[in-house]
């Protein structure tokens, strides 16, 4: 049953994960692999808030977001002036960068890890009630990132995927609109990294590493870029196939390669065959239904 | 007629190319100006220097008296610059209707926090921005047009399509870049007679446009431009008829 509450909790974590790297890339166009660093801040953040600086843990997870979510303001604002290949480039640096830092300081425990981290939970409380919360949690993101790329919101930034200039000359803020698109997605990222910290009580560094950025990348790839659905079905595709491998029974040394050929070989296939994902997000954007004589016109 | 916008010493180069020379140009109220000259006389570059597209490396702008000088591009046009596109740039992933909401003023629900916290002013935000949408489509003969994507739009309705969108943020100036390239028919007339009205309205507008017969039926003035610099102003006729400038304008 631990097991499988484990699979269930880091599934909806996942789900969190790769929806909100999907309104970042999918939706906001800002092609960026840094969404594991604000994992991690979310994560880092909230244990040592709640470990070494005695907030209790329910205030700390939302507070490891807000951290998450600040931080990605500071990296967003210099580098969404710049776009394409260049933002990737720089997000590739955040990436490498602010995980560097996390392995080589000592109050983040290091390489080795940051251990003791309060639990959420009090002893003896039955785990189910932390995976209610957590999926809980990764409805309410999904629901609210739909809401979001449907609303009148969505339909700008659909517009500012598609001509950023037509877009300033209208009147509108692209900056000011990726800085926030960028602060949303990498607070729940942040939001996802508190709920993991305070479920297994232990981080390691190389739990958030590139590797992490293939993995969140796959899932949307996989399951749909710019859909609601798409990235919650890569989520459990990529979260239950490794976890399938793994009873094959092969030679511990081969576990490790097999996940990495599974995912880089699961994006090549897509690419090839099916670019749209499992779940394609059609072309033209389509809004929640505010249209008097819709019907009459089109 | 008052100034509407006026142009000071604006100048730019893209290392040896000059494309704005010192330029000096008023546009008045109510007024349309035709801006003609050869390929790469600096028209377009001229246009984006004026809506903040490029920087300029020096010289000044502004609108109704207001400096626009170090603006970025979205401010400029809430402050009422408007102006269109050579190469249309329309939303493909957008309806028309919604490539014309993209254009509207005063939109909150394109702020996240606003959108989050304040739903009901959103959709009243959202009833209105439609409801102006939909008067500047009939406006521009576009009503049967609303829900259809704007790619499948004939390319004529689709120049009418970006002038419209343009329209909805109530500009006080606009800049038409070569709205009839490519059009005939209907459209043609359509546009024709909307620049009249919008001039009629006290709105000053600037046009590039190669086809002569539209300057000289609708515009009060022609800017000959060459090697970013204005030659010449004056009547549109009077611009033809001078020879020196018939030569440059056909490089013989």
């Known amino acids: 049953m631990e097991y499988l509450y484990t699979i269930a909790i880091l599934m909806a974590l996942n789900v969190i994960l790769a929806s909100s790297f999907n309104f970042v890339i999918g939706y906001g166009g800002l092609i960026s692999i840094a969404h594991p660093v604000f994992y991690a801040i979310g994560a880092y953040g909230s244990a040592l808030l709640a470990r070494d600086g005695g907030v209790p843990v329910l205030l700390a997870i939302p507070a490891g977001a807000l951290i998450a979510l600040a931080a990605s303001v500071l990296v967003a604002l210099p580098s969404v002036r710049i776009s394409g290949d260049y933002l990737l480039i720089g997000s590739i640096g955040v990436q490498l960068g602010i995980l560097e830092a996390i392995k080589n300081v000592g109050w983040t425990g290091g390489a080795g890890g940051l251990t003791n981290i309060p639990a959420l939970l009090r002893p003896g409380t039955d785990h189910g009630v932390y995976v209610a919360l957590v999926v809980a949690l990764a409805v309410l993101s999904v629901l609210l990132l739909h809401w979001i790329t449907r609303s009148g919101y969505g339909r700008a930034m659909s517009a500012m995927r598609d ?136 | 007629m008052p100034v509407s916008l006026e142009v000071r ?58 400096d626009l000088t170090g603006m970025k591009a979205h401010r400029r046009a809430r402050l009422g610059l408007g102006r269109t596109w050579q190469s249309l740039r329309l939303f493909p992933s957008l309806s028309v209707l919604y490539n014309l909401l993209i254009g509207a003023r005063h939109y909150p629900g394109e702020r996240l926090a606003t959108l989050i916290l304040e739903h009901g002013r959103v959709h009243r935000a959202e009833k209105a921005g439609r ?8 406006r521009t003969g576009l009503d049967g047009f609303a829900h259809r994507e704007v790619g499948s739009v004939p390319f004529g309705q689709q120049k009418l399509i970006g002038v419209a969108r343009a329209l909805m943020n109530e500009p006080r100036c606009l800049l038409l870049d070569e709205p009839m390239a490519g059009v005939e028919g209907q459209a043609y007339r359509t546009i024709q007679s909307l620049v009249r009205t919008l001039a009629a309205e006290g709105i000053s507008v600037c046009v590039v446009e190669h086809n002569v017969a539209f300057i000289r039926d609708l515009c009060d003035e022609g800017v000959f431009m060459f090697a970013g610099r204005v030659l010449a102003r004056g009547t549109v006729e009077s611009l033809i008829a001078d020879r020196r400038l018939t030569e440059l304008y056909f490089g013989t």
């Not at chain 1, 949303?184 to 508190?194: I, R, V």
Request: proline content about 4%; aromatic content about 8%; hydrophobic content about 50%.
């Open chain 1, 163 to 298: 001509d950023e200039l037509a877009f300033a000359a209208l009147g509108r803020n692209a900056v000011a609109m990726k800085v926030a698109i960028f602060a949303l997605g990498c607070g729940l990222a942040g939001l996802a990294g508190g709920l993991y910290a305070h479920y297994f009580r232990f981080l390691a560094p190389a739990q958030f590493d590139i590797l992490q950025s293939a993995a969140l990348l796959t899932m949307v790839v996989v399951g749909g870029m710019r859909s609601t659905f798409g990235p919650i079905l890569g989520a459990i595709v990529l979260e239950v196939l490794p976890q399938a491998i793994t009873f094959l029974d092969l030679p511990a040394g081969l576990l490790g390669p097999m996940q990495g050929i599974l995912f880089t070989g699961l994006v090549l296939v897509f690419m090839f065959i099916r670019p749209q994902g499992l779940i394609a997000a059609g072309s033209v954007w389509r809004g929640r239904a505010l249209e008097e004589g819709h019907a009459g016109q089109s």
């Open chain 2, 131 to 138: 409801q102006r949408a939909l008067e500047v489509l009939q």
């Open chain 2, 9 to 66: 010493g604006l100048s730019k180069r893209f290392g040896g190319i000059v494309v704005a020379d010192a330029i000096d140009l008023e546009l008045r109220a109510g007024r349309i100006v035709g801006l003609i000259g050869p390929n790469g006389a600096g028209k377009t570059s001229f246009f984006n220097l004026v809506s903040g597209v490029v920087r300029p490396d020096s010289g000044t702008v502004a609108l109704e008296g207001r």
